[in-house]
């Protein structure tokens, strides 16, 4: 599956007194890359919003494998997994330098019809379609 890659550079307001990366930052990579990869796609979370829908996350995991430092340079790569019925993302955080996984994770997220906060459990047709257009560039 294509990836998206994002560049970051742990900053100090990131980190605790040992200088390692507080475990409640890990969630906010993973949605700078999620937003990056659907502006990638097409479908920006605004555009979702134009469209009559919000697409909350309903379930995170995320797997710490080694702590992330300050200043540690990083890529965090997302793809999708799913989005036929629901909006799966998964991620990788890399050493950029190394390539080495330091944590793993996982997103899910519903469509939901708005106003009328109605989930729906299929993904709406705008959003199967920039994805297929996505893809088919590669």
């Known amino acids: 599956m294509k ?7 742990i900053p100090f307001f ?6 390692v990366v507080w475990h409640g930052n890990y969630p906010k990579y993973m949605e700078m890359a999620r937003c990056a ?14 469209q009559g829908f919000f697409f909350p996350i309903v379930d995170i995991q995320v ?4 702590p992330l430092l300050f200043e540690q340079k990083v890529v965090v790569e997302s ?17 950029r330098d190394t390539g080495e996984v330091f944590t793993k994770g996982k997103t899910t997220q519903f469509a939901v019809a708005m ?4 989930t729906q459990y299929e993904s709406p047709a ?4 920039a994805v ?3 893809i088919n560039k590669s």
């Open 3 to 9: 990836k998206n890659r994002l560049n970051i550079d």
């Open 14 to 19: 990131d980190v605790d007194a040992y200088r």
């Open 37 to 50: 990869l659907l502006s990638e796609i097409g479908c920006p979370y605004s555009v979702m919003e134009e």
């Open 63 to 66: 797997k710490y494998i080694k």
């Open 79 to 95: 793809w999708l997994t799913e989005w036929e019925n629901r909006l799966k993302i998964s991620y990788a955080i890399k050493d």
């Open 115 to 118: 106003p009328e906060q109605i």
């Open 126 to 129: 705008f959003l199967t379609d």
């Open 132 to 134: 297929t257009t996505w």
